[in-house]
């Protein structure tokens, strides 16, 4: 691991920036209480981290007032890894129980915290899920039958859109490792090795080069191209000819980096090469369409340009944010109107159809800045590495 | 990776044993058409595998009639996958788009599956959550007004409870790897390393001994115990008197094993090994307990025996249910009165209060036979194992 990682977790003011930004947008909404029931907003407004969420057993709730500090609902299992994230109000139960899964402690909390008729933020939007059972939510609904709930997804999406410097640093961090991890792929892999073997070697040397996590890894191999880009690895073996594909999103932190690289197997057919030049140059424009004010759309038209035919395999975007999550709001469509902010980090990732089902994709992340893009990757060469 | 690996994924009939049970159960219960928004659901009627669930941008949808075959409504980007899986009929949707997130070619689908008036089965219940947008699940049941929405998590818990060999296969295969990283250890691990290069040391180790992903990985260190049991590792060094534990979730084929181990890190308090083999001896009696027909409460009860003062930390149980993720139905606690069943894959896992806030959990692996209970991982030693 290399000396100047930044430092782990985030100083106390950072989750009271974030608490204060919602807040004010609860106050301009009229929202008295915001409810969230999902690892990212926990982990966004708390600093609540634990890999635990994988376990479906236990739901988790977490409660933000208009004013003062939030309050967790929770499983007593969590209770003292949310102490040490510096919550103060915890309302604990024993999880899990014969019959009530903790609906009982968090309608009175409710109540003590808002009061009958108040006003609840919840997540109903793009991008989310309801994390606890439904049929808990809608006993607790008819419970509370006098409360409003009103969707904040907006609200949240814009704030967790625009990145604080210490989360830049996080994932900034993490595409330095997976960086070295791609350039020295071509001494680890070769020709004759299965799809798998391959993934397996590429995880470790991301391992070895200081990710936490190698949480995603998809792509695939193919000749002159791959099929789609969200598979895990077939035992295939690689052969002359191919393209292989790793995408990957590795964690440092908490923190994604969200990118991919192509490596062509020997020699690959011209105009396998050209298309991949041509997605290289398509990142190109969207880099130069990076700046505040422009819009994700903008960044698409650009990219799309250069691209004849365009998006292949129903990608339907060519980048999308990043952050806590492999890709987070916004999406870089023909559609969004969102305005590139200053602190906004970003993947471009433009797709390229080659005939015969086959694709290539490439991706770089970024950081919006003042005065245009901070590649927090180092471009791939325009020309794919070969593997031996 | 060791030769005697079992075969990767499922042959069909799996999938259509699958479908007939679920569908033998929704005859009972008067549902005409199964509704499916979650990873594992869609992996087990299915078979479709991927890690891009990590991307919560767009919702998927799974639909099974009463009977004939399931139908896919997913966005275009995992058309070509889900068609590798075997699904036929696969509706696909351009996503992202500007409003619609797939309900119009949902709503289509339910009308033309199971008519006006049907009742569609969904999971409600029990650690279930709904993975799509809370307004779009609304939107639909207005649309769908004449509709019955009736909960089916009963019927799709005790469905995927019992495991088919295929799947024992590979969970029984996903504990090799780990076990025999478990083992090596002590030679990766020295007093000196910060835990969280322990964890990034062990993590390597498993990748090496051939699991697919180290998917969870939690634990930690403390002089004679620790804290909790979910939090990720910190920057403390490991020192003479520590106990560590790596509770670990390895994946192979999408198959977790999940069992931990405590070491030794120098010379430990004989109080604290008299726990651990007291924890030893709990798990013993679990196993000795187990066999068809015994309920998860008589496996507590049996654990719990030899435990005074029983659970810490708020596990809340002393096992659980394993397969597809990393924790399933039904919880060993003291009232789950599910009776065992040959081919429920289970964890034990007893935990104990050592005093001063900390506390030693156990954990292991066992498929439920006819006769008894087959260890799948390889049981620790009574005493622990010391790391210099």
Redesign the interface.
Known sequence: MSADAPQ?GFVAQEFENRLSRLQDGMRNRNIDLAFFTTE?EFRYFTGF????W????RPWFLLAPQSGKPVAVI???????MR?AGVEDIR?W?????DD?GIELLCETIVELAGEGASIG??????????????D??ALKQRLSSLQFK?I?GLVLQLRMVKSEAEIEKIAHACQPAGRAFDRAPDAIHTGMSE?EAF?AF??LC??EGV???????GGAGAGGY??????PS?RKLAAGDVLMFDT?CVWDGYFCDFDRNFAIGEVAQAVQDAHARLWEATEAGLEATRPGACCSDLFHAMAALLPGASS?????MG?GLGM????FP?I?P??RTELQPGMVMTLEPSIDIGG?RMLVHEENLVVRDDGPLLLTWRTPQRMPVIG
Request: aromatic share 6%.
């Open positions: 782990r990212a981290f634990t890999q635990f994988q376990s479906p057993t499983p007593e299992i969590g209770a003292e890894c040490r604990a024993d999880s899990p129980a014969a899964r919840l997540l109903k939007g793009r991008e989310t899920a309801l994390r606890m059972p439904l049929a939510f809608e969707d997804t798998r397996q995880k470790i391992l070895e936490d996590d190698v949480s995603y890894l998809v099929r789609d880009i969200i598979s895990p035992e999103g395999g129903g990608v339907g975007r999308h999550q492999l890709t987070e999406s469509t559609f969004d089902g």
